[in-house]
């Protein structure tokens, strides 16, 4: 069995949801929606957190002999991270996205959360790679190249574009997705240092 939260657990639940549009069943395909981005964002809140509570338990305890609260070593939560992002980037390029067409609404959808998912773990190594860097088990790999912030918010920013523009060919740029899509390219610009 797969969890709920897995990348092809939501990809299956996003195709489902676009097979549904497709037979004019909108309103079971907006549920099926509705659970997606709800599992998503719970599993994407839940390793943020983990994250910063870890960088917040080696900044406060390091080298501490008071230390009361210690985290298991052995849950990275960054490497969680870049794990599902990659597998979510991988489903992409499934067949059923194909059939759809790249400016289906599904297909649009796939390209935000995929930018959500980038836009996190950009988020975390943006505000953690000082303290990254103290943990004695991480590598200079994982600060830079493919791993490091600004890779994840570039990947993020083009999945953003493309939803955006696609939001705005399909509806208009006051639908509530391409506002959201176009908020989430200027943030991605800023932490790219690009939005002057």
């Known amino acids: ?3 709920l939260c ?19 069943r909108v309103e079971i395909a907006t549920s099926v929606l509705g659970k997606v981005i709800d599992m998503l964002s719970s599993f994407l809140s839940d390793l943020e957190s983990l994250f910063f509570d870890q960088c917040y338990a080696r900044a406060l305890y390091e080298d501490n002999p ?7 070593e052995n849950v990275d939560a960054v490497s969680m991270m870049q794990a599902f992002t990659s597998n979510l980037r991988t489903n992409l390029s ?7 067409g790249p400016n289906h609404r599904i297909s649009l959808l796939n390209h935000s959360l995929v930018g959500d998912a980038c836009s996190v773990l950009g988020n975390c190594l943006s505000a953690g790679e000082k303290t990254i860097e103290t943990n004695p088990r991480s ?15 570039a990947l993020a920013f083009s999945h953003y574009e493309l939803a955006l523009k696609g939001w705005t060919k399909v509806e208009s740029l006051s639908h509530p997705n391409a506002a959201s899509a176009a908020y989430s ?12």
């Open 139 to 153: 590598t200079s790999a994982d600060h830079g190249g493919n791993n490091g912030s600004g890779y994840f918010w």
């Open 66 to 72: 008071y230390q009361v609260v210690f985290f298991d």
């Open 185 to 196: 390219v200027a943030r991605c610009l800023r932490e790219l240092g690009k939005l002057d």
């Open 1 to 3: 069995h797969l969890p």
């Open 6 to 24: 897995h990348p092809t657990t939501l990809c299956a639940m996003l195709d489902l949801a676009g097979a549904l549009t497709e037979s004019d």
């Open 94 to 100: 499934r067949e059923f996205l194909k059939i759809l």
